[in-house]
Nanobody, 124 residues
Framework: QVQLVESGGGSVQAGASLRLSCAAS????????VGWFRQTPGKERDFVAA????????YYTDSVNNRFTISRDNAKNTVYLQVDSLKPEDTALYYC?????????????????WGQGTQVTVSS
């Protein structure tokens, strides 16, 4: 079992930056693929970024490419999502998730473990 806890969200103005954290416990997160997803009320949960368990490959949805960066600190058993140049359309509840497989990184249903989410609100 892997327990995930997100933190670092907040209310900011457009153009600001935040660093979201996904702290893992129960297992070494270095052996899991980790994804970040976001969701707004009434809409589906959407893929944002993923880091394969090898730590060498990362993937992003087009709308956040060159603005968001996913990274790992294995010593702290934590995965981060650095979010820069925030836009109002980035407003959402951000979730991290983990799984063993490196396949289907964008598919919500393939992740085994989820955190409770951290809210990011961006005002114009």
């Amino acid at each position: 079992q892997v327990q995930l806890v997100e933190s670092g969200g907040g209310s900011v103005q457009a153009g600001a930056s935040l660093r979201l954290s996904c702290a893992a416990s129960g297992r070494r997160i270095s052996t899991y693929t980790v994804g970040w997803f976001r969701q707004t009320p009434g809409k589906e949960r959407d893929f944002v970024a993923a880091s394969m368990w090898s730590g060498t490959s990362t993937y992003y949805t087009d709308s956040v490419n060159n603005r968001f960066t996913i990274s790992r600190d294995n010593a702290k058993n934590t995965v981060y999502l650095q979010v820069d140049s925030l836009k109002p359309e980035d407003t959402a509840l951000y979730y991290c998730a983990a799984k063993r497989s490196n396949e289907d990184l964008r598919e919500v249903g393939t992740y085994s473990y989820w955190g409770q989410g951290t809210q990011v609100t961006v005002s114009s």
